[in-house]
């Protein structure tokens, strides 16, 4: 039992992140605006939010607006929920208007923000003119669960963390697991190198087949579309055709040792070529991934205290996950070459 260990340990990370994955709720955070445009004078706009306490925290909202750090109060007309609050804006006539960024806060959820929520027509400034005066409040959320963060743009999508980046990770593991069994295949040809390295390549290309589809999925809800033309999606599709070519490659030479040479050198330059295309060439073109082509990285921004308690056990229990299935599917060739072929292969 205690040789097994790692199992049990890939279950009970698997079963801790799936639950969390869709549980956990996301801190409270503005979603819109019904009317982003206005004028100057006074104005009445609806803002929603997402896991908010407006109503609950009736007497502590305030609001007030941003722009190039010169601040502009308003006001609560009316709370209509916990997810809906009515603001009144008044603009002088004489500020110089473009966009605004917008804060509500309150004793419950703290400061929340929404970049360029309102836009409004140029106004220029009448001499000596000053803007009313507004000392903004930033305040901490009193009741603070463990929540995932409040991201725009990403909003629940950021929960897809927890599966498309560890579908890479365990890919990468699995495929070197491939790459090393072709390196010692051509110090030392042994059959059981080859089935070694063959095996790891066919799981790592299920990693690759969902790396790409939640990758998809995840582009169709925060990037409008299913594919884009990204440095890092093209690597990722390139790379996963190369090792499907490596299986067309084997599959097309009779002879056992060829076979197994040939096979063995491509590998090996299929592994170097994953590596360029998708850990250095992104870092020094232009992208939409996070962190590529000076987009912030989860790191930096985003990858709280409680993302990484969820996503690092993620990581860590599909990488487990990859290597048991290719265990498995090691041994199920053992088993077919000596049932079928009489072959004992160790």
Not at 134 to 161: D, H, M, S, W
Not at 212 to 233: I, M, S
Not at 329 to 339: A, G, S
Request: with cysteine; aromatic share 14%; charged share 15%.
């Amino acid at each position: 039992m205690l040789k097994h260990w790692w199992k049990v340990l890939t279950a009970v990370l698997l079963f801790y992140v799936l639950v969390m994955s869709f549980m956990v709720k996301l801190d409270p955070g503005l979603i819109g605006v019904d009317q982003t445009r206005l004028e100057a004078g006074v104005n009445e706009r609806i803002v929603a939010g997402a896991n908010t306490h407006f109503a609950k925290a009736k007497d502590s909202n305030q609001i007030f607006l941003e722009q190039d750090s010169v601040y502009l109060c308003a006001e609560v007309a009316e709370v209509l929920s916990d997810g809906q609050v009515i603001v009144r804006i008044t603009l002088p006539d004489s500020l110089r208007l473009s966009f605004f960024n917008l804060y509500v806060n309150n004793d419950i959820d703290g400061t929340m923000s929404l970049a360029n929520a309102f836009n409004a027509p140029e106004v220029p400034r009448s001499p000596g003119a000053d803007l009313p005066a507004c000392v903004p409040q930033v305040k901490t959320a009193a009741y603070a669960p463990f929540g995932f963060p409040f991201q725009p743009v990403i909003f629940e999508t950021i929960r897809n963390l927890m599966f498309h980046v560890p579908m890479w990770f365990s890919m990468f593991f699995i495929m070197l697991i491939s790459f090393i069994s072709s390196l010692r295949y051509l110090a030392k040809p042994s059959r059981e190198m080859d089935l070694r390295a063959l095996n790891a390549v066919r799981v790592g290309l299920v990693f690759a087949v969902l790396g790409l589809v939640t990758g998809a999925v995840w582009a169709r809800f925060t990037w409008g579309d299913w594919w884009v033309n990204d440095p890092q999606l093209n690597g990722a599709l390139v790379t996963f055709l190369i090792y499907v070519g490596y299986m067309v490659l084997r599959a097309s030479i009779e002879d056992d040792q060829k076979r197994a040479r040939v096979a063995a050198v491509a590998n090996i330059f299929a592994y170097v070529i994953l590596f360029i295309l998708l850990m250095i060439l992104p870092r020094f073109t232009e992208g939409l991934h996070p962190g590529k082509g000076g987009n912030p990285g989860f790191n930096s921004y985003d990858l709280d205290s409680s993302l990484r308690a969820v996503f690092y056990p993620a990581v860590i229990g599909w990488i487990l996950l990859g290597y048991w299935m290719y265990r498995l599917r090691l041994r199920m060739n053992r088993l077919e070459l000596q049932l079928y072929y009489g072959e004992n292969v160790k």
